[in-house]
C-alpha cells in the first residue's frame, strides 16, 4: 500500500504534538494519533488490507467489512459480496468479486473514476492513491482512475501480480522481474531485476520477496522502510513509511517509521498474510484471528466485531445544524457549533470516550487529512448535556478564528466504541 504525500506532511506527523496540553485549565490529551497494539478479533476473514487510516477486510461470508477513517464512505461495516479480495488506497477501497468482476467504492477524486473500474474478469487487484489496477485473467494489468496519470497507464506486457503504492505502480513478471511505472523521484518508479516471487508497494519504497526467500527493496529509505533484516520471508508489506514481513518460521517482524508503534508493537504468534498502512499494520494469525497494531487516530487499527453484535447505544445521527460526513458543514471559524444527537433515551453523561470529541484538519480541496489531531475545547466551559424533553445530547464545539479558510473533521467516539465523523469548512 501507498500512502502520505508531501515530504512536509510526513516530518509534522514525525514531529507529532506533546502527549498533553492544558486545556481550559485541564489535563487533556491533546494528541489524537495515539497507538494500539495487539488489537485482535475472532471472527473469520479471508483478505485483508490497510489503507490510508481506514482497513477492510474480507469476511468469511464474502461481505467486506471497513473500519476507520470514513469521510468519503471508504469505510462502510458492510458491503454486500460475496468478494475473494479487498484492496484499501487513499480514499477508496476496491473489492474482487466471486465473477471476477470488481467493485469500488469512496472517494472518486473529482471524478478521476478511480472507483469507477472496467468490466473484469480479474484476478488481482490493487488500490492507490489515485489509481486503482488489476491483473486480468489473461495476464495483462489494467489501471484506472489517474490524477497521476503515469501511476494509472496500463503497462505493455504480462505480469503474475499488481501493487499500487502512493504514485506509482508495479507489476510481477513471469521471470520474476519488477517493473514499476510512475514519478515521485524517489527511485521507486525504477525497474528491479529480482528474481522475485512477490512485491508489495508502498507510500515511496517497494520491497519483494526473492526467490531464495530474502528480501530486497528500493526508493526512499528516510526511516529504514527500505532496509530489511536477514532471514528469510514468505510475504511482505510495505506501508507508507514502513514495512512488515512473515518470516519462514511464520512470525512477523516489522522495520521503518514507529512514531505509532507500528513497527515495535508487531504481535507474537504464527501467521499466514501481512497488510501494511499509513502508520499501522495488520496481520492473520494461521488460527484466523486478525490483528492490527500502529496508528489508531480513526480506529484503523482496533479491528470491529464485523458479525453484526448490535451496539451499545442506539445512534440517531447528528441533529441540525450539524451533517455528518460526507457532508461538509460551513461556519464561521471562532464560532461555537452545537453537536446534538440522540442515543435513543437518556444513557448517563459518560456516552464519549476518553479523549474525544477531536478534530483534525484536512485539505479542502482533495480532502485528505493534514497534520496531528488534537482534543477539542469546549465554549466557556460547556460540556455534554442532555435535554430530557427532546431526548438530545449536546456538545458546544468551540473552534478557532485562525481556522478560517481551512477544513476540518471532527470524530465523536463513544463509550460503546462506534465512531461518527462530520466535516467542517471554515470561513
Given at each position: ?69 470514513n ?101 510481477l ?17 525504477k ?52 514495512t512488515?514481513?512473515?518470516k ?9 517509521h ?43 487499527s ?28 460551513v ?25 474525544f ?71
Amino acid at each position: 500500500m501507498k500512502l502520505q504525500h508531501s515530504v512536509a506532511a510526513q516530518r509534522h506527523r514525525a514531529r507529532g504534538i506533546a502527549a498533553t496540553l492544558a486545556l481550559t485549565g485541564l489535563a487533556l490529551l491533546a494528541v489524537l494519533t495515539f497507538t494500539q497494539a495487539g488489537r485482535a478479533q475472532s471472527l473469520g476473514y479471508a483478505d485483508v488490507s490497510a489503507g490510508h487510516l481506514f482497513t477492510c477486510a474480507v469476511k468469511e461470508d464474502g461481505n467486506v467489512g471497513c473500519w476507520g477513517f470514513n469521510l468519503w464512505r471508504q469505510a462502510p461495516k458492510s458491503v454486500t459480496g460475496p468478494f475473494t479480495r479487498v484492496a484499501a488506497g487513499e480514499s477508496h477501497a476496491c473489492a474482487l468479486q466471486t465473477d471476477g468482476n470488481v467493485r469500488c467504492w469512496g472517494n472518486d477524486q473529482d471524478g478521476n473514476g478511480v472507483i469507477s473500474p472496467p468490466g473484469g474478469p480479474f484476478t488481482q487487484i490493487a488500490a492507490g492513491v489515485y489509481q486503482s489496477c488489476g491483473l486480468r485473467t489473461n495476464g495483462t494489468i489494467d489501471c484506472w482512475g489517474g490524477w497521476n496519470t503515469e501511476a494509472a497507464a496500463d503497462p505493455s506486457g504480462y505480469f503474475s501480480q499488481v501493487a499500487a503504492g502512493g504514485q506509482h505502480t508495479c507489476g510481477l513478471r513471469p521471470d520474476g522481474s519488477a517493473h514499476c511505472w510512475g514519478s515521485l523521484g524517489y527511485g521507486e518508479e525504477k525497474d528491479n531485476p529480482g528474481p522475485y516471487k512477490q512485491i508489495s508497494a508502498g507510500g515511496h519504497h517497494n520491497c519483494g520477496v526473492k526467490t531464495d526467500g530474502t528480501v530486497a527493496c528500493w526508493g526512499h529509505n528516510n526511516y529504514g522502510q527500505s532496509s530489511p533484516p536477514t532471514g528469510t520471508f514468505l510475504q511482505v508489506a510495505a506501508g507508507d513509511l514502513h514495512t512488515c514481513g512473515i518470516k519462514a518460521d511464520h512470525t512477523v517482524v516489522c522495520w521503518g517509521h514507529n512514531y505509532y508503534g507500528e513497527v515495535d508493537k508487531a504481535p507474537g504468534g504464527t501467521f499466514s498474510q501481512i497488510t501494511a498502512g499509513s502508520g499501522n499494520a495488520c496481520a492473520m494469525s494461521t488460527a484466523g484471528v486478525l490483528y492490527c497494531w500502529g496508528r489508531n487516530d480513526f480506529g484503523q487499527s482496533k479491528v470491529p466485531n464485523l458479525g453484526g453484535t448490535a451496539p451499545g447505544f442506539t445512534w440517531e445521527g447528528f441533529y441540525s445544524p450539524v451533517q455528518a460526513a460526507p457532508a461538509l458543514n460551513v461556519v464561521k471559524a471562532g464560532s461555537s457549533v452545537p453537536l446534538k444527537f440522540s442515543l435513543g433515551g437518556d444513557k448517563g453523561l459518560q456516552v464519549i470516550a476518553a479523549d474525544f470529541p477531536a478534530s483534525m484538519q484536512f485539505d479542502c480541496a482533495r480532502r485528505e487529512p493534514v497534520g496531528d489531531g488534537a482534543a477539542t475545547e469546549t465554549a466557556g466551559g460547556s460540556s455534554l448535556s442532555y435535554d430530557s424533553s427532546s431526548g438530545a445530547y449536546t456538545y458546544v464545539w468551540k473552534t478557532d478564528k485562525g481556522w478560517a479558510g481551512t477544513c476540518r473533521i471532527l470524530a465523536l467516539k463513544l463509550a460503546d466504541d462506534t465512531w461518527h465523523v462530520a466535516g467542517f469548512r471554515f470561513k
